[in-house]
């Protein structure tokens, strides 16, 4: 009596993790809030660089469409093309960035998502620790942030420490969400940031 052929055990196939190249403008909080973060999900790929002319929206998402296009043919990035590229921004105010509507238009035009705040970055990390609805100039809401004192900002070093802010996530999306829903202009309204919806899929791609 013959015997069959031994059983063979099939390995499960991993799927490929997602790969996110983001562009932030060149001061040290997003930089540093997003290291922080990309730390956390250990072996997501995510690409973290500094680009364009500080403070000027359309230059940011034009280095981003460029390093999109050559991501796979260049040997820093794999040969790889990214599945999600994003521009973190900030709006401004008083006066909104006089380029941001031509930037929202060039990176939609090219596949490429924002994650925009009003008036700046710090009014989403400031939602980690607290409510805020009250309309500030980017200065009032940096110094703000400082004046709270709970994650090592300054407005001099834009120094930012991610482990004090690790555990708020939850709070400053529903804060977040809560700020979308009461705007009628969209970002034009302030205060207003969606960064969570970034942060919520980096998180999620992670536990795919």
């Known amino acids: 009596m ?5 059983l063979k055990r099939t390995k499960g196939v991993r799927p490929e993790q997602r790969r996110f190249l983001i562009y932030c403008e060149g001061e040290r909080t997003e930089d540093l809030y997003f290291k922080g973060l990309r730390a956390d999900l ?5 690409a973290i660089c500094l680009g364009g002319e500080h403070g000027e929206p359309l230059s940011l998402v034009r280095a981003a469409i460029e ?18 590229v994003w521009c973190v921004i900030d709006v401004e105010a008083p006066a909104p960035h006089d380029g941001l509507d031509s930037a929202l238009d060039l990176a939609r035009r090219n596949g490429v998502e924002i994650a925009l705040t009003n008036p700046c970055f710090e009014l989403w990390i400031m939602l980690h620790f ?10 009032e809401a ?12 300054s407005t001099t070093r834009k120094h930012l420490s991610y482990d004090a802010l690790r555990d708020g996530f939850g709070q400053a999306r529903d804060r977040a969400e809560a700020l979308r829903q009461r705007a009628s202009k969209g970002h034009r309204h ?7 919806r970034l942060v919520a899929l980096l998180k999620a791609a992670r536990h795919a």
């Open 2 to 6: 013959k015997r069959g052929k031994p």
């Open 42 to 46: 250990r072996t997501l790929p995510v």
């Open 67 to 84: 390093h999109k296009e050559r991501a796979s043919h260049s040997p820093q990035d794999r040969r790889m093309a990214y599945d999600e």
């Open 130 to 139: 607290k409510d805020v609805r009250r309309y500030s100039t980017s200065h």
């Open 142 to 153: 940096q110094r703000e942030l400082e004046k709270l004192g709970v994650c090592g900002y």
């Open 190 to 196: 302030n205060p207003w940031t969606d960064v969570d």
